[in-house]
């Protein structure tokens, strides 16, 4: 635990509680008084409780619509099922900005439902929601997929042999052992949405804002840091209580499972209902994944002249963001690679280290921590942004001038993912096998070698692709700290969107283009990795 513990105190709870105190003290005095102000005030209210209920809303849509995708994935064999794996992922680490102009382009005025329907549903709630599950579907399909597939389809056959129908087999015996898989993707859900920003900045209009959306209000635009201090500790006060209460439901859920090679468990479909199945799948994939990608793509060659390559030839020229960057555009995907991969090494080691320990189950003070883990998806990324740019900046963590800072807060976010993907799979492992490694003359690192790695490289292979992917996408705490002449590409889409311009805006598109298909292939080459019954890569 040394390791995540000194992690996060340094790079997470330093810099936050460093900007809160910046707007809750007057005079070096703590002003606590301000915190019952600003939460009676009847617009912070609202604020409030629209964040709750679409966080809700939006967490058991993406879960109706994602869990058939994951069943598919996990145990349905059919050509194209990499390639589509990796492409459901992509929507995740796109920049919110981006994708919430291409639903703004099919849904508002003037876009894809306007002209075939007369229908607009920008600055609605639907609109949002949508955006919602489309970033999400990756988190439950690869979450809840990765056990499925691990998931030893005889104990489910021996039900039905018992006489249990099929849907009586799957709820007694593989709900219940999916159980702490569902739960950790819908909390990822819940987080993410319940923080969202950009899209609801974007899709909602001036009607509907979340709490992540009034920090940045009042932070950026009001210069209000006590109001922006006190909607950051609501906020996580907020995400601190549910994940203490998803903790206890998943301790109380879990049990050894049997868990055997992915390879195996999948098949072609039979059946009627298997194929229906597959096909209402790919149809959504279709639908909810594939036209707001199409969308960008198309707009990145949209040019004055015609379709072609022009925006993606400007991005080569530093004169053509209009005095945007310092350095060429291109030169953002070089640098958000490099960060990227950093990014994921730290976040595999510190999240390892942290999913190890939470395996033993060493008293409430580890089983805390699970919790805790978990705080950097729900804490403005905005506080994180600005906590690091007013405490890491005196020695021996003076730190603004070094490249490593975009890492380290891109791994901030990848850390929980990397937990929350190994940890049901290594709880599941019996701890029996551990100790008849042991005493068979086994050290504690060749019995984890030999008993915990077979069976948890799948997980493992799943968390660095999500870590990679996040930090492909990280923006909110990016913005503040990348370097001009170093952007990231979530950075540069963002300072080409808020420039006038055509030229700017499909340069945006271009990049974002080229940001989609970097995912989509580093995702491919992941899911090609195989690995033999010995667990070596």
């Known amino acids: 635990m040394a390791v995540p513990v000194a992690f996060f105190a340094v790079f997470f709870a330093y810099p936050v509680v460093a900007i809160v105190g910046r707007g809750l003290k007057a005079d070096g005095v703590w002003q606590f008084g301000r915190i019952g102000e600003v939460l009676a005030r009847p617009e912070i209210r609202d604020v409030l409780w629209f964040t709750t209920w679409q966080a809700l809303a939006s967490t058991a849509l993406t879960l109706l ?3 058939p995708g994951a069943y598919v994935f996990a145990r349905l064999d059919f050509p194209g099922k990499q390639v589509l794996r990796a492409v459901v992922t992509v929507p995740f680490v796109l920049p919110t900005v981006v994708v919430g102009t291409a639903f703004l ?19 609605t709630v639907w609109a949002i929601l949508l955006a919602h599950v489309f970033f999400n579907y990756a988190v439950v399909v690869r979450t809840v997929g990765g056990l499925w597939a691990q998931l030893d389809p005889r104990q489910e056959e021996a039900a039905r042999v018992l006489g249990a129908g099929r849907f009586a087999a799957w709820r007694r015996v593989t709900l219940p052992a999916l159980a702490p898989a569902v739960a950790a993707a819908a909390l990822m859900v819940f987080l993410f949405t319940f923080t969202s920003f950009g899209v609801v900045q974007i899709l909602g209009g001036p009607g509907y804002a979340t709490l992540e959306v009034e920090i940045y209000r009042q932070t950026a635009q009001l210069l209000a840091l006590p109001t922006a201090a006190v909607l950051t500790l609501t906020q996580f006060a907020a995400v601190g209580a549910i994940l203490a209460v998803h903790a206890w439901t998943v301790r109380r859920r879990e049990t050894a499972l049997r868990l055997v090679d992915p390879e195996g468990t999948a098949r072609r479909p039979r059946g009627a209902g298997q194929w229906a199945l597959l096909g209402a799948v790919l149809l959504t994939v279709l639908v909810l994944i594939l036209l707001p990608l199409a969308v960008l793509v198309e707009r990145s ?20 963001g209009g005095g945007t960057f310092l350095v060429a555009p291109l030169e953002a995907i070089g640098n958000s690679v490099a960060y990227a991969l950093v990014a994921t090494v730290i976040a595999l080691v510190v999240g390892g280290l942290a999913a190890a320990a939470l395996t033993r189950r060493a008293g409430r003070l580890v089983r805390g921590f699970d919790a805790l883990l978990m705080l950097p998806l729900g804490v403005s990324a905005v506080t994180v942004g600005f906590g690091f740019l007013i405490t890491l900046d005196k020695p021996p963590l003076d730190l603004r001038t070094s490249w490593i800072l975009v890492p380290l807060a891109q791994a901030l976010v990848g850390v ?32 984890w070698r030999e008993v915990d790695l077979p069976l948890v490289r799948r997980a493992l292979l799943v968390a660095a692709g999500f870590a990679f992917a996040v930090s492909l996408g990280e923006f909110g705490a990016t913005v503040f700290i990348a ?16 420039r006038a311009g055509e030229l700017n805006y499909g ?7 080229i940001l989609m298909v970097v995912c989509a292939v580093s995702l491919l080459l992941l899911e090609r990795i195989r690995t033999d019954r010995s667990g070596e890569f």
């Open 65 to 67: 619509v994602a869990l």
């Open 105 to 123: 382009a099919m849904l508002g005025r003037g876009g894809f439902l306007d002209e075939l329907w007369g229908v607009r549903l920008d600055t």
């Open 301 to 320: 060659l949209d040019t004055p002249d015609g379709h072609g390559l022009d925006f993606y030839r400007a991005l080569g020229s530093v004169d053509a």
């Open 416 to 447: 929980p993912f990397v937990v929350r993907t190994m940890l049901p799979v290594l709880r599941a492992v019996d701890g029996r096998l551990r100790e008849a490694a042991a005493v068979l003359g086994a050290s504690p690192l060749r019995a």
């Open 483 to 498: 370097r001009p002449d170093r952007p990231t590409l979530p950075v540069a889409v963002a300072r080409l969107l808020g």
């Open 507 to 513: 340069q945006a598109m271009a990049l974002s283009t």
